[in-house]
């Protein structure tokens, strides 16, 4: 038996990891990771070519991974450092950033389940851009409002990827 697990918080950032992979696998776009996380972005997604504006469009991400108890009938509000606020938010970045929230169950036994047929990845992530946000007084975090419609699918990030390559901003 091992001694010295993985603590909950990098299980979390490796599941995170995992399930956005799994996203844009299927989406048929590259990943690209950062050495070093200083700059608040975990993983970015690259695709190639193009026809659009924008050829070979990019979207950096912070990923988070929480519980279900963030979670109301229309958004899920997740508290983010005020270190990733100010790196998420505002004009000016060349690549394009996102927050993307995963929701897991309270038991991590039940986070997947698995059988010959089918593996489930139980609850999802959501998707907000910052860019528009204001400057904050708050010292520590800040509260941010992520609507349920903004699930972080293969569909929606083909949008975000598209708008991208028409020189829109998510």
Not at 89 to 112: A, F, H, N, S, T
């Amino acid at each position: 038996m091992l001694t010295r697990p993985m603590t909950l918080a990098n299980q979390k950032e490796q599941f995170s990891k995992a399930y956005v992979r799994a996203v844009v696998s299927v989406a048929g776009y590259t990943i690209y990771e950062p050495v070093v996380d200083d700059d608040s972005v975990d993983i970015g997604i690259a695709a190639r070519g193009g026809r659009g504006t924008i050829r070979s469009p990019k979207l950096d991400l912070q990923l988070k991974c929480t519980e279900r108890d963030i979670l109301s009938d229309e958004e899920c509000r997740f508290q983010l450092g005020i270190k990733n606020y100010n790196d998420l938010r505002g004009e000016g970045l060349q690549v394009p950033r996102v927050l993307v929230v995963l929701i897991v169950p309270d038991e991590l036994d039940d986070w997947v389940s698995q059988s010959e047929e089918e593996m489930i990845v139980r609850h999802c992530a959501y998707w907000v851009s910052l860019r528009e946000y204001k400057e904050t007084a708050n010292i520590s975090s800040v509260t941010i409002p992520i609507p349920r419609d903004n699930i972080f699918s293969v569909d929606a990030l083909k949008e975000i990827m598209d708008m991208i390559a028409s020189g829109r901003r998510p």
